[in-house]
């Protein structure tokens, strides 16, 4: 399985500014993966990040609220932009292991005043 | 599109018992990929079992096993001789074979082992 590291682990942000999430595999990956679990909640992907190509996103997610980068095969940021308390969420990022797995970095926690 | 539900939103055990969790899932896909995550109080998503659709076989690990019923779709866990530390939220989830690899949820069963 990957060893996968994400910065900042928690974060305090005020209304109306940003934050970059970095996610870190110890191993090169195809497709890198962001996820967003709101209080409570279930985890739903926000967008797939493939290397040397835009991000996909799923429905409701858009990259002006959530722009992704992915210079290389290892290294992944989220950007939650413009932030409302509605934003306020655990981020996850998770890469593809062998046999079709896929494993989660220890998440963002994120708290929007 | 695939739904993955979790019909127990909560449920206890005492130590050293056996518990089943619930999952039932929704495809029209053939080829699939099953799958439970558990995720304790430090937020951290860990595998706990994998189970391809293709291979009636059903998967184990360790004490975590589960009941694989293609034709039902039915995917439960059943842990065994449960430990505190098996305390955690549990995710059944969803992945077609051969996509773009994303998961598909459940909304979870929190799972307490009583000492």
């Known amino acids: 399985s990957a060893v996968i590291s994400q910065k900042p682990s928690r974060d305090i942000c005020q209304r109306g500014t940003s934050l970059t999430i970095q996610c870190q595999v110890d191993?090169?990956?195809?497709?890198m993966f962001w996820y967003r679990q709101q209080p409570g909640q279930s985890l739903t992907l926000i967008a797939t990040?493939?290397?040397?190509?835009?991000?996909?996103?799923e429905s409701g997610f858009v990259i002006d609220k959530f722009p992704i980068s992915r210079p290389n095969l290892t290294f992944s940021t989220l950007t939650v932009s413009n932030m409302s308390p509605e934003d306020s969420s655990i981020y996850l990022c998770?890469?593809?292991?062998?046999?079709?797995?896929?494993?989660f970095g220890p998440g963002t926690r994120l708290l929007v005043l | 599109a695939q739904t993955v539900t979790q019909s127990q939103p909560e449920m206890s055990v005492q130590e050293a018992e056996t518990v089943t969790l619930s999952c039932t899932y929704d495809?029209?896909?053939?080829?699939?990929?099953l799958f439970w995550y558990k995720q304790p109080p430090s937020r951290q998503m860990i595998l706990v079992i994998r189970?391809?659709?293709?291979?009636?076989q059903n998967a184990t690990e360790n004490r975590f096993s589960v009941n694989f019923q293609k034709a039902a779709k039915s995917f439960s866990l059943k842990i065994s001789d449960s430990q505190l530390g098996d305390t955690a939220m549990y995710f059944c989830?969803?992945?077609?074979?051969?996509?773009?690899?994303?998961?598909?949820f459940g909304s979870g069963t929190q799972l307490t082992v009583l000492p």
């Open positions: 990040a493939n290397q040397g190509s835009e991000a996909t996103y």
């Open positions: 191993s090169q990956v195809t497709m």
């Open positions: 989830a969803f992945m077609k074979r051969g996509s773009a690899r994303q998961l598909t």
């Open positions: 495809t029209s896909e053939n080829n699939y990929y």
């Open positions: 998770s890469v593809n292991g062998g046999e079709e797995t896929q494993y």
């Open positions: 189970q391809e659709a293709y291979k009636q």
